[in-house]
């Protein structure tokens, strides 16, 4: 079965950089396009980067733009998300998407059938 696997959240001071990784396993990964959201407490899952299959095309929520920068290694079935200048209101808990398609990039949660459990990050001011 489909597994998606996040790593690399933790906490770190306004400012600074973190790098998330989703390591998937049970798909041809090169087949799926990619992406991470993100979810606050007593919020609701937002769209922050999105990745298609070679990785020659990319999408970002406006809040993170010029700060995210999300790549993927189709050799290491992994996709990642650097985030750089990171703000409080960064903090939540970050998810990895991955939906079967070889067409576009994609940017709404119910679009992606299959997450990876989340990883927490958390910005101090």
């Known amino acids: 079965q489909v597994q998606l696997v996040e790593s690399g959240g933790g906490l770190v001071q306004a400012g600074g950089s973190l790098r998330l990784s989703c390591a998937a396993s049970g798909l041809t990964f090169s087949a799926y396009s990619m992406g991470w959201f993100r979810q606050a407490p007593g919020k609701e899952r937002l769209f922050v980067a999105g990745i298609n299959w070679n990785g020659d095309r990319t999408s970002y929520a406006d809040s993170v733009k010029g700060r995210f920068t999300i790549s993927r290694d189709n050799a290491k079935n992994t996709v990642y998300l650097q985030m750089n200048a990171l703000k409080p209101e960064d903090t939540a808990v970050y998810y990895c998407?991955?939906?079967?398609?070889?067409?576009?990039?994609?940017?709404?949660?119910?679009?992606?059938?299959?997450w990876g459990q989340g990883s927490q990050v958390t910005v101090s001011s």
């Open positions: 998407g991955a939906k079967l398609s070889r067409v576009g990039v994609f940017t709404t949660r119910e679009e992606y059938p299959y």
